[in-house]
């Protein structure tokens, strides 16, 4: 079949590359325009701008799939439109160019946590379990029919970066066997069922560390937003990012967000037993072990806020 792909973080990549070794012809690779990133701010392609070139797929850079490139993806007369993370809603008359339509591979377990962060929310809301599907596109948000999915355990001590990793390479399988079952005419799809939930974009305020809450939520929270947009509290009037942290085992409690050392470990707490504080960055320093930012901090303790 003739595909167009979408897709523009890393976690797409995965599928990418499983596409472009199933024999099946990519006609073109849509990905968000070249973005500033540094301290620097250089504009830089994608990573699946980058992959798709090195590929030999022409490539079209874009944030909003509009007239233009409605009229690009229809001359390519493609037979299916696949989704991995591009960022973008497709919407009609786009969403009617290709024969099949569009399938969207999603980092959920639909119809729970629809939305731009589902990994990130699972993992915030302290779920057991996530998953992938692969489903039907339609107008409305992440609620199309589902070709297929998994389930998986959550990990009590995973990132959504880790999780981020791992579903990206089992989901690109996934959606490799839809691909194939959508060529051969075998595919059936099946209405979403159950409670729906939303997952809106994190943004920077999202990451913001709130110790007064039990232990097992701070620590979800932590996780959740690790490494983007990056969990953090302010210390002293100045950010702390919290790179790492880890429950603690036989610890008195301490007031919530109160940060003390105890036998050369960082402790902060919260409504129920504190959590431990492995890796930090100060503001304007690089990262280090939360006992070398302790011995900067040359205090008997001091409280976030």
Not at 58 to 78: S, Y
Not at 127 to 139: H, I, M, N, S, Y
Not at 216 to 245: C, D, Q
Not at 265 to 292: F, H
């Amino acid at each position: 079949m003739k595909l167009v792909f979408a897709g523009t973080p890393e976690v797409a990549l995965p599928s990418l590359t499983a596409l472009a070794s199933s024999g099946h012809e990519i006609v073109s690779v849509i990905t968000r325009a070249d973005a500033p990133l540094g301290r620097k701010r250089i504009l830089t392609p994608s990573p699946v701008a980058q992959a798709a070139a090195q590929l030999g797929y022409p490539v079209l850079k874009t944030n909003r799939l509009a007239a233009e490139a409605t009229e690009t993806i229809r001359a390519r007369q493609p037979d299916l439109g696949v989704i991995v993370a591009y960022g973008g809603i497709v919407r009609e008359p786009l969403l009617s160019v290709p024969r099949l339509g569009w399938i969207n591979l999603h980092f959920s377990l639909l119809p729970r946590w629809r939305g731009a962060s589902p990994v990130q929310r699972a993992v915030i809301a302290g779920d057991e379990r996530t998953g992938a599907a692969v489903f039907q596109l339609v107008p409305e948000l992440d609620a199309g029919a589902v070709f297929a999915s998994f389930s998986q355990p959550l990990g009590a001590h995973s990132t959504s970066g880790m999780l981020l990793e791992d579903l990206s390479h089992s989901g690109a399988d996934l959606l490799l066997r839809v691909v194939s079952e959508l060529a051969a005419g075998t595919a059936v799809a099946v209405a979403q069922t159950g409670a729906v939930t939303l997952a809106p974009k994190l943004v920077r305020d999202d990451a913001r560390i709130d110790f007064s809450r039990p232990a097992t939520s701070v620590y979800s929270h932590i996780r959740g937003v690790t490494p983007e947009p990056g969990a953090f509290t302010t210390v002293n009037g100045a950010v702390l990012k919290l790179l790492e942290v880890a429950p603690s085992v036989g610890q008195p409690n301490l007031p919530a967000g109160s940060i003390v050392q105890r036998e050369k470990i960082v402790l902060v707490g919260t409504t129920s037993e504190p959590l431990v504080l492995l890796r930090v960055q100060p503001a304007g320093k690089t990262a280090m072990t939360a006992n070398d930012w302790w011995r900067g901090v040359a205090a008997e303790s001091v409280t976030t806020s």
